[in-house]
């Protein structure tokens, strides 16, 4: 399977719910970055995590990192509807290009 | 300008014909990368660029696709005799460091192969 897998692959809440993905992924990390992508956009950088770090929050959003597990998952709280995107997981593994996951899409119901 | 400008944003091509797009870095951002989307799935990385200089194009199929940047120019993806797998978004990104980087997007091509 491909580094950077996210997890669901779907998911759709109500407004103002929090939202959890996770990704995972096999290599060693100098850091991992979360990404956002509005339907027919490119991608938009939301937040990046070293690899020497566990957590780490920006606004409503909130990384943690778990090296031994090769895992992520990013926290969206207090959901919106402008929220609603696909959200990608990126891994750099030392080989100086970001490798990206098949992506969450995330809804968010009125 | 801040921002990355690709285009055409839209391209259709009918199979064997040859499809060229083009992408603006960020002024100052040395490292342009391309990549493909297809089916609004994972984006898979073809080549990047320092500067003019290929740095790694390990991505590439190499038969029908090549990719420049040069000096003063916008940077240019070309697929020679394109094929119905190719119908994809094409997104180019450009970084002002390599490694713990952090990537700006085009908005993307998107190219119909018919």
């Known amino acids: 399977s491909q580094q950077g897998e996210e997890d669901p692959q779907a998911l759709s809440i109500q407004e103002g719910e929090n939202a959890t993905m996770n990704c995972s992924y096999k290599t060693s990390i100098n850091n991992l970055q979360w990404y956002r992508q509005n339907s027919g956009r490119g991608l938009v950088h939301l937040i990046l995590?070293?690899?020497?770090?566990r957590e780490k929050h920006s606004g409503r959003l909130r990384v943690t990192l778990d090296t031994s597990k090769k895992s992520s998952s990013l926290l969206i709280t207090a959901s919106r509807a402008a929220d609603t995107a696909s959200y990608f997981c990126?891994?750099?593994?030392?080989?100086?290009?970001?490798?990206f996951g098949q992506g969450t899409r995330l809804t968010i119901n009125p | 300008g801040e921002e990355v400008a690709q285009t055409p944003k839209h391209l259709v091509r009918g199979e064997g014909q040859k499809a060229k797009l083009y992408c603006a870095p960020i002024k100052g951002h040395s490292y342009v990368f391309w990549y493909q989307q297809v089916l609004k799935n994972e984006f898979k990385f073809l080549i990047s660029?320092?500067?003019?200089?290929?740095?790694?194009e390990t991505g590439m199929p190499k038969e029908r696709f090549s990719a420049k940047c040069l000096p003063n120019s916008p940077c240019s993806l070309e697929i020679q005799a394109t094929k119905l797998e190719d119908s994809a978004v094409y997104f180019c990104?450009?970084?002002?460091?390599?490694?713990?980087?952090?990537?700006?997007f085009g908005a993307g091509s998107r190219l119909t192969v018919l």
């Open positions: 995590i070293r690899s020497n770090e």
């Open positions: 990104a450009s970084s002002s460091l390599l490694g713990a980087n952090v990537l700006t």
């Open positions: 990126a891994t750099d593994g030392g080989a100086q290009k970001l490798v």
């Open positions: 660029f320092q500067n003019e200089n290929v740095f790694d």
